[in-house]
């Protein structure tokens, strides 16, 4: 029903405004997936329906812990900032976690420019026509609110653009965003785009049930230490840490940019992993 | 734990075999995401825990339907195969769904040339050598049989490799496959790589309690029926089928290949929702 206008518009008949002349036919994979593909938006879904069925039922008896980590901790030995008697919070990432930005990745996709700050500052401050909710995500934060968990946003855009920001969530359907309050930016403290000290600020009001994101360091800054790719991705695979996925932890897909799209071939295929076919007469 | 020797890897000094000349520096966006990242990695591990979960909460009680349509369903008005005493099974795909096809990918890769037929059925024949469960799935699907639930695949592959397969299963860690028993294969049957017929095949001998895949051809043809992108997309976010996601139908991650990564500009980026950086002085 969401994407009923998305549908209408194959079938039109004006002419569509031609990508200019330097882009290729069709979009790059990973935005086929993420933005126009039944596979891609059922991902989403699913996790937003995991998310909500997990807080629904750890509201029944009140968490001791938040599913932020304490300062000092490590993902060998993951420790949680304690509950105490605060109310119930939920921390969420912006872009490509509640919120698809459609209008500045066809600006990517069209321009072949790729990121830059300048187009992306621009966008923040004029993209809010051109969201729409990650599928599932608009209607979980409704579903959040009504059973009383404060929804906190947590993102790296820049603290400057504040008002754009909360006008870009309210047209996508994400409810109301208050600087400060419930939305934490990039520029808020001194740590720039790591956001662990982000979380600990909304932790030490909040009981922070559960977080969304769609990159590690949505988590814990401890991800982007500078690892090795492998290293990091074993890292994710590892008890105590696997078992957060899907319990407090809500991952949300993105293979269009990020800092999971990293990696040579060493990286990515082991060694002992490795095949060609076999020579004819073999 | 499971890729410590991956991190290994990493650090290696003997000098690894030189990817050929027309390959580019790095594997493709998308295969560094599902076959390197953190981000995939957690993904997978979420949507096995959803599954796992899902599983033991309906086994408490007994449930009436399997989550296999029945003939004659639509996505509109579905319909599903009754249970009655039936055993219960959990179906799935395997490529890409409980086995990362690692070998084939860094062949596909490398080699630049592409899906082929050819290079496809050796991979079938002589693969198992090179694949890695998908993060995960090794243990959800130990999990499940001790619980009593028999794991069925239904897979694209060659009912003519029928073995191979099954060792490549093996030697993934996902346990053992008897064709026509647990692992169902194309040629099975005169459907082609459609898998209604198997579903329905396999729903006729058990209640199917959930089921999981990377492509939504896994869960119904009914998605496979020539619609436009959009309208496909639309077809996974309305209700009442998009109660299924995490809910008995599980989809595993695949920005690599599929039915996912197809559409035009126009299919994946609305006409209302794009946006260029306004001009200087505006």
Redesign the interface.
Known sequence: ???????A????TSA??A?VAAAA???????????????????S???W??LL?YVASKMKARPADSVVLSQGASLDAPTFVPCGDKPLAAVFDVDETVMLN??????D???GKGYNA??WD??EK??E????PV??ADHVLAALRKMGVTVIFNTNRSAANADATARAIRAAGLGEAVHGQTLYLSGDDAMGSRKDGRRATIAASYCVIAMGG???GDFSDL?NAGQ????????????PI??M???G????????Y?????????????????????AKGE
Chains 1, 2 share one sequence.
């Not at 090795?228 to 008890?239: E, I």
Request: net charge negative; glycine share 14%; charged share 10%.
């Open positions: 029903m969401l994407l009923a206008p998305l549908a518009c194959a079938s039109t569509p405004p990508p036919a069709n979009p790059p994979a990973g935005m086929q997936y993420l933005y126009g593909s039944g596979e891609g938006a059922a991902l879904v699913q996790a329906h995991g069925g459609i209008g500045y990745e066809y600006h996709a069209t321009s300048a187009d621009a966008w004029t993209g026509g051109a969201v729409e599928p599932g769609d990159q590690l991800f090795s790719v492998p290293t990091r991705r074993a890292a994710t695979m590892t008890l696997a078992g996925w899907g319990n932890w809500f991952v949300m897909p993105n293979p269009v990020g800092s999971g799209l990293k990696g040579g071939f060493d990286d990515i295929f082991p060694m002992d992993k490795r095949w060609a076919p076999p």
